[in-house]
Every structure is written in structure tokens, then in C-alpha cells.
């Protein structure tokens, strides 16, 4: 059983297309992000989301909208791609504010040419 | 980062040899502390944290420091094996809902 299993795995797109990337977590938590991950493997969280509403959101470009229809999901939604975009985008869960730990899924690499 | 950052982007170490990770942390308010290990091609997998109100944690042959007057973290690794090689990052809790990641180091372990 995958804790945090989100898809698809690769996604490799032309720009100006929009995508969506899709995450679901298994483990009861009530609190889901969105982290990308550039080139040289910094990580940087997008949003955080509680009881499906949104907390966090780190002046990512509104072309990126997070939906969350559940605690258990949070999709990921990306108009107009661009080459800046292409990263490694990873969903994770917490419970409450995280003060007992994050777990991540497996990511998704976004390639846009 | 923004909160975290690490000492060195890369460690080689020998096969058996202790290694250990240095970390510096910039928000005096953060409260909670943890390492992640990430190899090539997987998410950040957990390694042990620890809570501003304690100074070591130790766990399955890693160790965390913890030392606030400086703002400083470590993680060390006993006995490293090749298994061990893989990026780590530090990460701190500033606040609720968002961890915030220093750079990562690159451990590679010489056989």
C-alpha cells in the first residue's frame, strides 16, 4: 500500500498545454502539499492545504491551481506551461500543522519542451 | 534555503566510516526539526526529527544534534554503508503547515 501515490510519474508536454497532476494519501491525514523541486534539488513548498481549504500558498503563479475535493486528495492543475515549469513536483501529507512528520509520494518530473 | 542551509553540497565517505551532516537554521521560532534522505528517483524519505525543547535524538544508527544557542543541526550516520548514499536535507517547521528545506547534501559512500 502506497502512503502518498500521486500521477502520473512522468509528464512530458509541449508549452502552452495545461496538465494536471493528480495525488492521493491513504494514511487518515488531514493536511496535504505541494512541493517542486528544481534542477539542483531544492526543495520549495507551493501550497498547503488543511480539511481542503487552502493555507499556504507561496505566491506560486496563478496558473498552478491546487483542488482538493477531499482530505485524502489534492490535484494539481497547471495552465500555459512553461519552460520554467518543468521540475519535480512532490505531494505530501501531514496531520494537523505537521508536528509529527511529513511523508512524501514518489513525484512527478514535468518535462515541458 | 529559506530557513535552512546546509554547510557542504557533497560528503564522500568511506565505506564503515561515521558521517556526519551539518545543517544551520536562520528562524529562531522554529519548533520542530527533521532529515530527510532522498535517492535518485524517490521522494524525501523520513529520518528522524527532533523538537526545539530537546538537544539529541538517536535513532537506528543515525543521531541528531540539535544545538539552539547557535542554530545549528547535524545528522550522523554510524557504520555508513553504501545503502547511505543518497541527497539529504534538513527541514524545519517555522510555522503550522509549512516546512521549509535547506539545499541538500550529496553523501556518496567509497566501497
Known amino acids: 500500500d502506497t502512503a502518498v501515490s500521486q500521477t502520473p510519474k512522468y509528464l512530458v508536454t509541449q508549452m502552452g498545454n495545461d496538465k494536471s497532476i493528480k495525488c492521493e494519501q491513504n494514511l487518515g491525514h488531514d493536511t496535504m502539499y505541494w512541493y517542486k523541486q528544481d534542477s539542483k534539488k531544492f526543495l520549495k513548498i507551493m501550497f498547503s492545504y488543511n480539511n481542503k481549504e487552502l493555507i499556504i500558498n507561496e505566491t506560486v503563479p496563478n496558473r498552478f491551481s491546487p483542488k482538493s475535493p477531499d482530505k485524502a486528495h489534492l490535484n494539481l492543475h497547471i495552465n500555459s506551461l512553461e519552460l520554467g515549469d518543468s521540475a519535480v513536483y512532490f505531494c505530501?501529507?501531514?496531520?494537523?500543522?505537521?508536528?509529527?512528520?511529513?511523508?512524501f509520494g514518489s513525484g512527478t518530473r514535468l518535462t515541458v519542451v | 534555503g529559506e530557513n535552512v542551509g546546509l554547510h557542504l553540497p557533497t560528503l564522500s565517505v568511506q565505506e564503515g566510516d561515521n558521517s556526519i551532516i551539518n545543517c544551520a537554521y536562520s528562524n529562531s521560532a522554529s519548533d520542530y526539526f527533521i532529515w530527510y534522505k532522498q535517492e535518485s528517483g524517490k521522494g524525501p524519505q523520513f529520518i528522524i526529527d527532533?523538537?526545539?525543547?530537546?538537544d539529541k535524538r538517536q535513532g537506528q544508527r543515525v543521531t541528531v544534534l540539535l544545538n539552539k544557542t547557535v542554530k545549528h543541526l547535524s545528522l550522523q550516520i554510524a557504520a555508513t554503508q553504501p545503502g547511505d548514499s543518497a541527497v539529504y536535507f534538513c527541514a524545519d517547521r517555522s510555522n503550522d503547515y509549512k516546512l521549509s528545506f535547506g539545499a541538500g547534501t550529496t553523501v556518496t559512500v567509497r566501497a
Open positions: 505530501a501529507s501531514s496531520q494537523g500543522g505537521g508536528v509529527t512528520g511529513y511523508t
Open positions: 527532533i523538537r526545539s525543547n530537546m
